[in-house]
């Protein structure tokens, strides 16, 4: 494809939808019941919030690697913590498969992660949390509402989307230098860049997050409002220009590796 037929959308979010939209105190408790109740027929510890905090991690189970380089993450975040001195209760971790019903595949990588955590670290079991979460989508809204820290290692299909969402709730990110690439990163603080597959790295980061005053300040970083064009209002606008602007006879559009959103705007008058 010639580069100049090539332009750029950017990954959008509905924030009106159950996934981003805010959610009042209340509905918050009324989801962290429901989410318990959901603990306890899979028969794993409930979660004591806000006394617990947590670690939240995306996982599609697909692909078993990632996972268990964020299990072996934080186990070695724990072993930086105590050799620190760290005197509090320590972040569990939450690893959740969010969306339809497994495939096979990925019920053998969901049995692989329990047998690895009751194998290679049976004392941190009651600490860590592996299970699926389907609809409500105001079920992860709460899940990631909640989160101290997400950690995400993948780029597949509905990631980003959920990335972007954090950057909405202003939670600290740690995920891989490739994540980088998408726009709505850039200017963000608190997102912490690591290669893919260094457990080290990750443990190190959640270690300083925790025991360094200045980079714990992530922690307490509150919503940011996202630009219009990481909303699916500045999705609407990218799709109604391209379809104007094709809709003209004899008229080609050449985007050249540019940003619609932005080509839009020039076209509206609204930028040089």
């Not at 947590?54 to 189970?61: A, G, N, R, T």
Request: aromatic content about 10%; proline content about 5%; glycine content about 6%.
């Amino acid at each position: 494809m010639p580069q100049k037929k090539v332009g750029y959308i950017p990954v959008s979010v509905d924030q009106l939808d159950g996934l981003n939209k805010y959610m009042s105190d209340f509905d918050l408790t009324f989801y962290g019941r429901e989410f318990n109740t959901l603990c306890r027929s899979f028969e794993t510890p409930t979660l004591n919030y806000p006394n617990e905090e947590y670690i939240l991690h995306l996982s599609q189970f697909r692909n078993l690697d990632e996972t268990i380089t964020v299990l072996n993450a934080y186990q070695k975040f724990r072993s930086h913590c105590m050799d620190a001195g760290m005197n509090t209760l320590f972040p569990k971790l939450l690893i959740y498969h969010y969306g339809p019903s497994r495939s096979s595949r990925s019920t053998l990588i969901y049995d692989a992660i329990l047998s690895y955590i009751e194998t290679d670290m049976p004392r941190l079991k009651s600490c860590i949390y592996v299970m699926q979460i389907g609809p409500p989508d105001q079920l992860w809204n709460t899940l990631l509402t909640k989160a101290k820290v997400v950690i995400e290692l993948s780029m597949s299909e509905g990631i980003p989307a959920m990335l972007l969402a954090a950057v909405q709730k202003g939670k600290p990110i740690i995920t891989v230098k490739e994540i980088g690439q998408f726009s709505f990163t850039k200017g963000i603080n608190n997102i912490l860049f690591f290669e893919k597959g260094d457990a080290d790295i990750i443990a190190r980061l959640l270690r300083d997050l925790w025991t360094d005053p200045r980079l714990s300040e992530l922690l307490l970083q509150g919503p940011r409002r996202l630009r219009d064009e990481y909303t699916t209002v500045g999705n609407a606008v990218n799709w109604l220009f391209l379809a104007a602007e094709m809709s003209r006879e004899d008229n080609v559009v050449e985007p050249d590796g540019r940003s619609i959103y932005e080509l839009a705007g020039q076209g509206a008058g609204l930028c040089a």
